[in-house]
């Protein structure tokens, strides 16, 4: 599977903090969704400048062939450019007016560079799409771009080991979730029942399901105001500390690189991860390894949200070749066109039909990250989150090894959020 592991992502979020600071944005909301022109009809032509970061862009151009072999006249071009030199790459082309025709861009980052990107046509239909990855591509009412590929959050647990300590079925509550995490470290032998971020980067992000699921927002309704320390943020975030507080997941380990080993060993056999990790616990586990766990949707309080990631496809302002880029963008979004994608890559299609296909309805694992990717959410799409989630970040580090009271947290992370504001 190529998609972004835990490094790629801490590698983009730090780099996100330290190229965005000085981005805004211009107000253009609905005006620039009434502005948004069609897409002709006919066969595209021309050429295409795609700009695809790491593995996607170095697996698009087989892909691309067949979207050239039925427009005869069509030349896409793709450049691959690292992870961690993208936002640099994009933020440098939109400051020079070189940007690419069309691009992947990550779901954080379209807050960020929204103003020059072309809104999307009404001939895409957005209702084929998961709901969640939709809401990835609007920025204040507006549609950039489509949801090219998805990924969400979901417990991956050791159900042979959960055997042991008397579990025989998925937790389906945060009592449920909790009760397994004790379960396996007291009754089969883990020494941690669980492996939770502990801060760092992303480590606020993999907190935000149990707020979503809690009934927290992280801004108003209309998006200019941040609501951080909510009682039901503060909630969710005391029973994420309490794992910590009771031993049942350690305060020195973080997860990333030692996820897997501390998975497949046995010594922490639970985590929240992406789908990016069945191919890798496999991999790491053996033959055989695949019969020894499971995944299960984010356990419920009030809701079970997940995060939604991915990868927007969008095409810039400034194309040269706007109506060619368009329709790739369109047949990127097909079903079949995604399906193709999945099995060459393992990257999760965003058009809820391909999911009919047995390669995922059929599979136990990854069928359960389609139910999943109905109910999900994702961070606010404007120009300063990466600095509020930095922040964020640091006080999750605080709750979690110095004990710091959640709410008090969620208090010092408003109020630093005030300062730093939407960036709107």
Known sequence: ???????????????????????????T????????????????SGTITLWAQGSEGEALPALLKEFESENPGVKV???????????????????????PDVAQMGTTWMGDFADSFDPTPKEIDAGSFFPGSVKSTEVEGTAYGVPWYVDTRVVYYRSDLAEK??????????????ALAKGLQD???????????????????????????NGAKLMNDDGTKWTLDTPEAAEALKYYSSFFADGIASKAVSTGTTAEASFVDGSAPMMISGPWHVGLLNKAGGEGFEGKYKVAPMPKEKTSTSFVGGSNMVVFKKSKNRDASWK??????????????????GDLPSQQSAWQDPSLSEDS????????????N???????????????????????????????????????????????
């Open 1 to 27: 599977m190529i998609h972004p592991n835990a490094l790629k992502a801490a590698a983009v979020g730090l780099a996100a903090t330290l190229l965005l600071t000085a981005c805004g944005r211009d107000s």
């Open 29 to 44: 909301g609905s005006s620039a969704a009434s502005s948004a022109q069609p897409i002709a009809s006919g066969a595209a």
């Open 77 to 99: 071009n793709v450049t691959a450019i690292p992870w961690d030199a993208a936002l640099s790459k994009y933020q440098t082309a939109i400051a020079g007016g070189t940007t």
């Open 165 to 178: 300590a008397g579990i025989t079925k998925a937790p389906e509550t945060w009592d449920d979730f909790k």
């Open 187 to 213: 009754k089969a032998g883990a020494k941690f029942g669980v492996q939770l971020p502990t801060g760092g980067a992303d480590s606020y992000q993999a907190t935000l399901p149990f707020q979503w699921s």
């Open 328 to 345: 790739l963008v369109q047949w990127l979004s097909k079903p079949e066109t995604q399906l193709k994608w999945y099995k060459a890559t």
């Open 365 to 376: 694992k990854l069928s359960v990250f389609g139910d999943q990717l109905k109910t999900t």
């Open 378 to 424: 994702n961070p606010p799409a404007v120009p300063n989150w990466t600095q509020v989630a930095a922040a964020a970040d640091s006080e999750i580090e605080q709750i979690v090894k110095a004990g710091k009271d959640p709410a008090e947290a969620l208090k010092s992370l408003q109020q630093t959020a005030d300062s730093i504001g939407t960036g709107k």
